[in-house]
Every structure is written in C-alpha cells, then in structure tokens.
C-alpha cells in the first residue's frame, strides 16, 4: 500500500524538476511512511511513497524490468501475484522479487494493455515504457484505490493517489467546476471522473489510459463492468453453499502479509462475515477492533462484542464521544475536495485504533452494494411496484400534483412521509433514485445556488450522472439497476473515499474481501429474490451465515455508522456553523443565496426542521474553500 505521483512530458524530452517531484511525493508521506524513491530521466519523472506490507526487504518502487526501458509505481496489492508469478515463468520471464509490484511489470511485457485482465486485486498504477514512448495508467475494477490525473498548460501530465499531490506541483490552476459543485451538493461527494478543479480528473473504476507522446491526450477505456443477467440456475441452498466458498476464497487472498493483520468488527452483518471467514481459515485468535460510542442510539459494540466472543478474537474496543467533531479541518485536508459523508469521522477513529494494532485490516465494505442490502432498496421496490402501476404521464400528472399540495415531513419515518412517496412515484426510476440518494435535494439546492452560479451551470443538472450509468446498467430488473448505480456511484465516490483517506490517513492498508470482483460478478448473476426478499434484505448472505453468526447480529435491524450531526449543529457547532456559513470563504464566493442559508440555520436551530445534511454539506464545503486557499476568486474564475 502506498503513494504514487508522477509527470509525464506529453509533448517532448524536458528533464522533469527535482524539486517539484519531491514536493508532490512528500505531500503523500501519510500514504507511504517506510520509504520513499524517485526516478528520474528526461521526459518523465516517479515518486513512491512505501508502506511496506509484502516482500519487505526487495519490494521498493519504482520498479523496472531488466534493462529498466519499463518503469512502474503502484498503490495496492495484487492478491493472485503468486499465481501470476508461476505462470509468467512459464512464459520464460525471470523475478528478482517475491513482489506483486514485479508481477505487474512483467504482465505488462507479456500482455500489454490487457495486463489489467490478470490482475485480481485493488490496484492504481502508472507505467512508462521507454521502447513504446508511453505512459499506461489503471485502475482497480471497483475503485478501490484512487488515481488522480491533469495536464498543465505547458505539457506536462500530472498523476497522483492523492489531488493533494497534483496540486503540490504548482503549475495546475485551482478554477473550480461548476458541475462538480452542483454533484457535491447533490451527492455529497465529487463523482468520478470528475474533480472539484475543472482541469484534474478522476480515473474511473475499472478504466485505464493510454499516452502517447507527441499525440493528444485521449479518453480512458472501460475495461470492465459487472453485468447483472440474474440468470444463475441455482437453488437457494446450493448457491448458500457456493457463497460461503467464494467468501472464504475472498477472505483466504487477503491474508497474505509480512505485518500485522486484523479487521474491523463493528458488528453488522459484513464485516461479522469477514471475521467469521477469517478465524475459520487462521487457529491464531483474529484481531478485532470496534468503536463505541458514548450515545446508545449509535452503539452498536453489544453486537460486534457476540462475533468476537464466539470467534475468541484479540477484540479491543474505544468508545467515541458523541461531541467528537473537532475533525471538521482535518477531514478537509485529508479529502482535498469538498465530502460530506459525516460517518468520515468514526471511520478515521476506528481506523486510528485499528494501527495501534495492526497494519493491515479487512473489512465488510461493498456488502450492501453487492447483497442487497440497502434499507432503501426496499423502500424504493416499494414505489417501484406503484410505478410500474400506471404510465410516466399519468404519474406526473396526478402524482406531481399531489407532493406539491401535501405538507413535507421530514420528522416523520420516509416511510410514512407521503409527500416523499408522491414525489417519488411521479418520477422515473432512476431520478427517483437520484432523489433518494440526494443530500441536497431539488427544489431547496436550486434555491440555495445564486442566479450567477445557476448561469455557469448552463442547465447541467447532477441527475445526470445518474443517467449515463443507468444507459449502461444493460438490465430492467429494478433492484439490480440501482445496485448497478451503486457500484458506479456511491460505492467509489463516497465509500472507497472515505476508507482510502481515513485509513491511508494512519499509515493503515483496507482490504475489501466482499469487492472481489470474483465474488461481485457471481452474485450479480442471481436472481433479485435472492438479494432482496420481501422487507428481507441481504437474503442469500444471511442465509449462508447462518452456520457461522449469531441470528441477533444477522437480523437485527439495520444501524449504520452514524454521528448526531443534528444535535451538533443546534448545539457546540452551533456558533461556529452560523459564523462559516455567512461570514465564511463560502459566503465570499457569490454561488449561494444568502437569504437561503439564513433560512436553514434559523429552522435547523429552532428545531422547525431538521437541516442537519444541507448544512453539514455547506460546512464542509467552507472548509475545502478554507483547506485550499480559496475564496472569492473561484467564482469569477469558473465563470
């Protein structure tokens, strides 16, 4: 696990500058504090920042092949590089490592671009290939790690695991993207392939790229996808079965590791999986770690304390206060773009307690995607069922109607919410499934952006995003379409984020055994009933564990890692908030209606309303801007 960064020269041979190199490999020091390397030579430079996890003592990077005409960075592990490594010898090639980092040089000389084909693992990596005059970039099939990229005004293409990095050169201007901004607002995060800055881009999931000096930088080329056919011919016990064997061999790939090596147990179904899968596979007690949390309505530690008494793990529990907001700056500079998923902030906790510990953890992340697992998988069924009822014009003509007429309650369970329902019913499926996922929804973002703000955006509208997957989701069944947004979206842009910046943050490596896309593409093969039956969600996984988990932690209901952002915001963030928000680096933008933010923070405050997202969103936005240097000048220059 580590740190990449680098420049390439897409236009020449320039000798790339030392000090600027350095400057962006040390802006990643969290990433990779065992050691650090650059390379050099005209035309392209590396930088490598290393947590050393496996082949310790000749795992360095960069890494070359004999005659050094193919250099390599890498950031994540190859889980089936042993594998890899017996049949490249087969094919003559000679390792001087026991590293996964080699196997991808030399999968590289055998198979080219269609190296990323062989590769099983999570995985961001640059290559530059002397004798092909290029540089290949690719990224892991679910995003599990991130790769940054931006090409200056003079030439020179920029890369990065972190934005932070790309910035530190200091020749990319920082002009914010009007469209990244109504998706941040929108989603709570900047989706891929965007950035916050127009002129740096994500990497997206299961992509790579292809740069050929002296030719225009093109468009990265999806390499994989996952098709949902749900057309397994399984029963219900035979595929219980095949799940448990899968879970396992996902589990067994990721104990590979010359460190110490753990999980999360914060005692849901997924992570309670893993940890049952690992301590059958090792006779050494697993290393466990929870947090707690000082209010009960967010305590979930009973539970995760049953899995680890059944399993006698090394179980080691810190309870969090339910005021434990000071991380509000520091979330900023570890995201380096606005994020506002404020279960950010247990997730930088449980991964400190985890490094105390460990240096390598697995945890249940992707389960609900994959599963089925989503309380709002349930919900939007439900409306599916009434939508699928009527025609789309008869639905907006009678149902559009009757949310404008019907008060809003947002106190009040979604489910009882029929303003919500009518708003959802009137809708097609997928922007009625942007709506449920939205943070800021219409019509309170549309009132929250200025006039000059809504100019700039030119009718871009971030429902968008939503749009362009679903066009490739290749499938009608309801339930898989919006798991399929899922992976594409929420998985990447809000999950993955936060666990690589809060874990990469503490020196700390994630593996993620239920986003093996082995184990992904299978389940998405069987049928819809399996994942969600009835109020059931999650119905095969729970099924197979049962064996394995107590029936109180697999049907349970549902927790979530949460924080009591409302209370904070009527309480100690109180000041601070209202102070940030209207006299703050936001407030000097010009994107927002003043008028609007006032009217949120005086319901919010009373307890009229609750507008504990929006404003959190807003907060966090003021500290990106604060974070970056920025202020007034992003508006005029995104104009």
Same mark, same amino acid.
């Given at each position: 696990?580590?740190?990449?960064?680098?420049?390439?020269?897409?236009?020449?041979?320039?000798?790339?500058?030392?000090?600027?190199?350095?400057?962006?490999?040390?802006?990643?020091?969290?990433?990779?504090?065992?050691?650090?390397?650059?390379?050099?030579?005209?035309?392209?430079?590396?930088?490598?920042?290393?947590?050393?996890?496996?082949?310790?003592?000749?795992?360095?990077?960069?890494?070359?092949?004999?005659?050094?005409?193919?250099?390599?960075?890498?950031?994540?592990?190859?889980?089936?590089?042993?594998?890899?490594?017996?049949?490249?010898?087969?094919?003559?090639?000679?390792?001087?490592?026991?590293?996964?980092?080699?196997?991808?040089?030399?999968?590289?000389?055998?198979?080219?671009?269609?190296?990323?084909?062989?590769?099983?693992?999570?995985?961001?990596?640059?290559?530059?290939?002397?004798?092909?005059?290029?540089?290949?970039?690719?990224?892991?099939?679910?995003?599990?790690?991130?790769?940054?990229y931006a090409m200056t005004e003079d030439g020179w293409l920029l890369f990065g695991s972190e934005l932070k990095s790309l910035m530190a050169h200091g020749g990319l201007r920082q002009e914010m993207d009007p469209r990244a901004v109504e998706a941040y607002f929108a989603l709570g995060y900047v989706p891929d392939p965007w950035t916050i800055y127009r002129h740096a881009q994500k990497l997206a999931p299961g992509h790579r790229l292809l740069v050929k000096r002296g030719q225009p930088l093109g468009e990265p080329q999806r390499y994989w996808d996952v098709k949902f056919t749900l057309d397994a011919k399984i029963g219900q016990e035979e595929a219980a079965e095949e799940l448990r064997r899968r879970l396992t061999e996902a589990v067994k790939l990721r104990l590979k590791a010359e460190v110490p090596l753990g999980?999360?147990?914060?005692?849901?179904?997924?992570?309670?999986?893993?940890?049952?899968?690992?301590?059958?596979?090792?006779?050494?007690?697993?290393?466990?770690?929870?947090?707690?949390?000082?209010?009960?309505?967010?305590?979930?530690?009973?539970?995760?304390?049953?899995?680890?008494?059944?399993?006698?793990?090394?179980?080691?529990?810190?309870?969090?206060?339910?005021?434990?907001?000071?991380?509000?700056?520091?979330?900023?500079?570890?995201?380096?773009?606005?994020?506002?998923?404020?279960?950010?902030?247990?997730?930088?906790?449980?991964?400190?307690?985890?490094?105390?510990?460990?240096?390598?953890?697995?945890?249940?992340?992707?389960?609900?995607?994959?599963?089925?697992?989503?309380?709002?998988?349930?919900?939007?069924?439900?409306?599916?069922?009434?939508?699928?009822?009527?025609?789309?014009?008869?639905?907006?003509?009678?149902?559009?109607?009757?949310?404008?007429?019907?008060?809003?309650?947002?106190?009040?369970?979604?489910?009882?919410?029929?303003?919500?329902?009518?708003?959802?019913?009137?809708?097609?499926?997928?922007?009625?499934?942007?709506?449920?996922?939205?943070?800021?929804?219409?019509?309170?973002?549309?009132?929250?952006?200025?006039?000059?703000?809504?100019?700039?955006?030119?009718?871009?509208?971030?429902?968008?995003?939503?749009?362009?997957?679903?066009?490739?989701?290749?499938?009608?069944?309801?339930?898989?379409?919006?798991?399929?947004?899922?992976?594409?979206?929420?998985?990447?842009?809000?999950?993955?984020?936060?666990?690589?910046?809060?874990?990469?943050?503490?020196?700390?490596?994630?593996?993620?055994?239920?986003?093996?896309?082995?184990?992904?593409?299978?389940?998405?093969?069987?049928?819809?009933?399996?994942?969600?039956?009835?109020?059931?969600?999650?119905?095969?996984?729970?099924?197979? #564990?049962?064996? $394995? &988990?107590?029936? !109180?932690?697999?049907? /349970?209901?549902?927790?979530?890692? =949460?924080? %009591?952002?409302?209370?904070?915001?009527?309480?100690?963030?109180?000041?601070?908030?209202?102070?940030?928000?209207?006299?703050?680096?936001?407030?000097?933008?010009?994107?927002?209606?003043?008028?609007?933010?006032?009217?949120?923070?005086?319901?919010?405050?009373?307890?009229?309303?609750?507008?504990?997202?929006? #404003?959190?969103? $807003? &907060?966090?936005? !003021?500290?990106?801007? /604060?974070?970056?240097?920025?202020? =007034?000048? %992003?508006?005029?220059?995104?104009?």
């Amino acid at each position: 696990m580590c740190g990449i960064t680098g420049l390439f020269d897409t236009r020449g041979q320039r000798l790339p500058e030392r000090d600027r190199l350095q400057r962006m490999n040390e802006s990643q020091h969290h990433r990779g504090p065992d050691e650090g390397d650059l390379h050099i030579e005209p035309g392209v430079g590396f930088g490598h920042r290393r947590l050393s996890v496996i082949d310790i003592a000749t795992g360095q990077q960069p890494i070359f092949n004999d005659d050094k005409s193919v250099a390599l960075v890498f950031n994540g592990e190859v889980y089936n590089y042993l594998e890899l490594m017996d049949a490249l010898r087969g094919h003559g090639y000679v390792f001087r490592t026991k590293s996964d980092s080699e196997v991808i040089v030399r999968a590289w000389e055998h198979w080219g671009e269609d190296c990323v084909h062989h590769l099983r693992g999570m995985f961001a990596f640059m290559i530059h290939d002397r004798r092909r005059d290029c540089l290949f970039m690719a990224r892991d099939r679910l995003g599990v790690k991130p790769l940054h990229y931006a090409m200056t005004e003079d030439g020179w293409l920029l890369f990065g695991s972190e934005l932070k990095s790309l910035m530190a050169h200091g020749g990319l201007r920082q002009e914010m993207d009007p469209r990244a901004v109504e998706a941040y607002f929108a989603l709570g995060y900047v989706p891929d392939p965007w950035t916050i800055y127009r002129h740096a881009q994500k990497l997206a999931p299961g992509h790579r790229l292809l740069v050929k000096r002296g030719q225009p930088l093109g468009e990265p080329q999806r390499y994989w996808d996952v098709k949902f056919t749900l057309d397994a011919k399984i029963g219900q016990e035979e595929a219980a079965e095949e799940l448990r064997r899968r879970l396992t061999e996902a589990v067994k790939l990721r104990l590979k590791a010359e460190v110490p090596l753990g999980a999360f147990l914060s005692g849901g179904v997924d992570s309670s999986a893993v940890v049952a899968a690992m301590a059958e596979l090792d006779a050494q007690p697993v290393n466990t770690c929870s947090i707690g949390f000082d209010d009960p309505k967010f305590n979930e530690t009973e539970f995760a304390q049953m899995v680890a008494d059944r399993y006698r793990t090394n179980h080691r529990v810190e309870t969090v206060s339910s005021d434990d907001f000071g991380l509000v700056d520091m979330l900023a500079h570890l995201y380096d773009e606005p994020y506002a998923d404020s279960s950010a902030i247990p997730t930088y906790r449980v991964c400190e307690l985890a490094r105390k510990h460990v240096t390598v953890a697995l945890s249940g992340d992707g389960g609900d995607e994959t599963f089925g697992g989503y309380r709002r998988y349930k919900m939007h069924m439900m409306e599916e069922r009434m939508r699928s009822a009527f025609p789309l014009a008869l639905r907006k003509g009678v149902f559009g109607p009757l949310a404008k007429l019907y008060p809003k309650a947002d106190w009040a369970p979604r489910v009882f919410r029929a303003k919500t329902t009518f708003q959802a019913i009137a809708r097609s499926s997928v922007d009625a499934y942007f709506n449920t996922m939205g943070l800021v929804r219409d019509p309170l973002r549309q009132q929250l952006f200025s006039d000059s703000f809504k100019r700039d955006l030119q009718g871009w509208h971030a429902s968008e995003v939503f749009h362009h997957h679903a066009q490739r989701a290749g499938t009608d069944d309801p339930l898989a379409l919006i798991q399929y947004l899922d992976i594409h979206t929420y998985l990447p842009g809000d999950i993955n984020t936060k666990v690589d910046r809060a874990s990469m943050a503490h020196s700390l490596e994630v593996r993620e055994p239920l986003m093996d896309h082995e184990l992904v593409e299978w389940v998405a093969t069987l049928p819809s009933s399996l994942k969600l039956r009835g109020q059931e969600g999650k119905y095969l996984f729970k099924k197979s #564990l049962e064996p $394995l &988990l107590p029936h !109180d932690v697999l049907y /349970r209901p549902k927790m979530g890692f =949460a924080v %009591p952002l409302a209370r904070w915001l009527r309480g100690p963030l109180r000041e601070h908030t209202r102070n940030a928000l209207q006299n703050g680096a936001l407030a000097q933008t010009g994107w927002f209606n003043a008028s609007t933010i006032a009217r949120l923070l005086d319901q919010h405050e009373r307890g009229a309303l609750d507008h504990a997202q929006p #404003l959190w969103a $807003l &907060l966090m936005f !003021d500290a990106f801007l /604060r974070n970056a240097g920025l202020g =007034a000048a %992003p508006a005029r220059a995104a104009a």
